[in-house]
Nanobody, 124 residues
Framework: QVRLVESGGGLVQAGGSLRLSCAASGHTFSSYNMGWFRQASEKEREFVAGIKWRSGYTYYGDSVKGRFTISRDNAKNTVYLQMNSLKPEDTAVYYC?????????????????WGQGTQVTVSS
């Protein structure tokens, strides 16, 4: 079965950086996308960034453009989220997700598989 395991969350001061990792296993999909989402307390799940696995095409949510970078390591089946210039409003549980699609979607409803989430807390 498909398994996604996130790591790298933690507590950081505003202006600092963190790198999240998400290791995928248990699938043989040929066309799929990986996305990072986040969910703050009492808020809806929000698209952060996505990457088309075959082409490497990336797309970002407006609130993180220029600060976050999504990348992948094909050999390790791992997707990363480098987060720089972190702000207190970036505090949330961050999830990675996988969708089988030729089109990269930003709605969480499009993603079939999810990791367990990792907490990111940014202090002011």
């Amino acid at each position: 079965q498909v398994r996604l395991v996130e790591s790298g969350g933690g507590l950081v001061q505003a202006g600092g950086s963190l790198r999240l990792s998400c290791a995928a296993s248990g699938h043989t999909f040929s066309s799929y996308n990986m996305g990072w989402f986040r969910q703050a307390s009492e808020k809806e799940r929000e698209f952060v960034a996505g990457i088309k696995w075959r082409s490497g095409y990336t797309y970002y949510g407006d609130s993180v453009k220029g600060r976050f970078t999504i990348s992948r390591d094909n050999a390790k089946n791992t997707v990363y989220l480098q987060m720089n210039s972190l702000k207190p409003e970036d505090t949330a549980v961050y999830y990675c997700a996988l969708e089988q699609s030729l089109v990269l979607h930003t709605s969480p409803d499009a993603y079939e598989y999810w990791g367990q989430g990792t907490q990111v807390t940014v202090s002011s």
